[in-house]
């Protein structure tokens, strides 16, 4: 007998436990809910990022494409279009998707001038992330994630922007170990 109600007692510390590994994993209740990652791509390393993301967290991808594509030469682009459109506050068009139907929305983007890409600018201000969860991720060339976290929330009026994840290029050997801890962080 008193070995059964020993047995009984491991048993409810053993589930408690579990319970309570499962409610740390998922602190910011983010699990379940309906994600999107979208993100903008002019050279690649931030697309590596936005897919290596949603093979772990599921959901939906987008690529925010503008309407009117970059030059493929880096100076044109660079020095060109891309300074012409920061400099004046331009958000060029862009091929957009509706937010309505998710919860959670990973923004990625290049740092570019020192803040996001001007038609992931676009996709922010030209949807409604009201009561959503925007978590950004940047890659950069050196300069790192400057504000870009807190110019998302300026542009996505009535979101709440989570800790970005920053990358420098296409991140290095612990890329996939960095993501993970990462998305421990803001709750997945
Ligand atoms: C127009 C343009 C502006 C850039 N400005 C910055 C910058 O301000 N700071 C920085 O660290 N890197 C800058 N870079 C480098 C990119 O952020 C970096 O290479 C990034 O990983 C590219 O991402 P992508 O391959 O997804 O386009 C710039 C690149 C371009 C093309």
């Known amino acids: ?3 059964f109600w020993l047995a009984v007692c491991l048993i409810i510390i053993t589930c408690t436990g579990f319970v309570y590994a499962v409610n740390q994993s998922n602190q910011g209740g983010l699990m379940g809910k309906k994600i999107l990652v979208a993100y903008f791509s002019w050279s690649g390393n931030t697309k590596s990022i936005a897919q290596k993301i949603q093979s772990k967290v599921g959901g939906d991808i987008f690529e925010i494409t503008p309407v009117t ?4 030469d880096y100076n044109e682009t660079a020095y060109g279009v891309a300074k012409e459109q920061k400099d004046k506050g331009i958000h060029p068009p862009i091929n957009n998707k509706d937010v309505t ?3 959670v929305i990973f923004v990625g983007t290049p740092a570019w001038w020192y803040t996001m890409a001007p038609p992931v600018m676009t996709f922010l201000a030209e949807n409604n992330f009201e009561g959503k969860t925007i978590i950004p991720f940047v890659t950069h060339g050196g300069g790192g994630g400057y504000t870009i976290d807190k110019d998302m929330e300026k542009l996505a009026k009535g979101s709440k922007v989570l800790t970005p994840l920053v990358v420098y290029g296409k991140g290095g050997s612990s890329v996939e170990q960095d993501i993970s801890e990462w998305l421990k962080k803001v709750g997945f």
Do not use: L
Request: glycine residues 0%; without cysteine; proline residues 30%.
């Open 1 to 3: 007998m008193k070995n």
């Open 69 to 72: 594509p970059y030059p493929e």
């Open 101 to 103: 139907p998710y919860d």
